[in-house]
């Protein structure tokens, strides 16, 4: 059974930092990118950052560019995200992803994984 665990969400204010983390089991880790999405009340869901199956490439939203960071340990199969310089408009329930049929993509419809996602509220 596959399941993807997200924790490190929480309530932070505005321009503190919080680091998410998503660890996978059930499937082979390393051969799998890896994703984070968001989705804001009364808002459709969206990337935010994205990295390779090898970790070599990885995709910012232009929201986020600068001041979140993804990155992967496949030794604890787990991925994380940094976020800094948190905004309010980064309130969200962030959802971790993973997909296997390409490289790296952005695209929702490309992830065969999804975890249960976790709050993460920016207070202004």
């Known amino acids: 059974q596959v399941q993807l665990v997200e924790s490190g969400g929480g309530l932070v204010p505005a321009g503190g930092s919080l680091r998410l983390s998503c660890t996978a089991s059930?499937?082979?880790?390393?051969?799998?990118?890896m994703g984070w999405f968001r989705q804001a009340p009364g808002k459709e869901r969206e990337y935010a950052a994205v990295v390779s199956w090898n970790g070599g490439r990885t995709y910012y939203a232009d929201s986020v560019k600068g001041r979140f960071t993804i990155s992967r340990d496949d030794a604890k199969n787990t991925v994380y995200l940094q976020m800094n310089s948190l905004k309010p408009e980064d309130t969200a329930v962030y959802y971790c992803?993973?997909?296997?049929?390409?490289?790296?993509?952005?695209?929702?419809?490309?992830?065969?994984?999804w975890g249960q996602g976790t709050q993460v509220t920016v207070s202004s």
């Open positions: 992803a993973a997909g296997a049929t390409y490289d790296i993509s952005s695209r929702i419809r490309d992830y065969d994984y």
């Open positions: 059930g499937i082979t880790f390393r051969r799998y990118f």
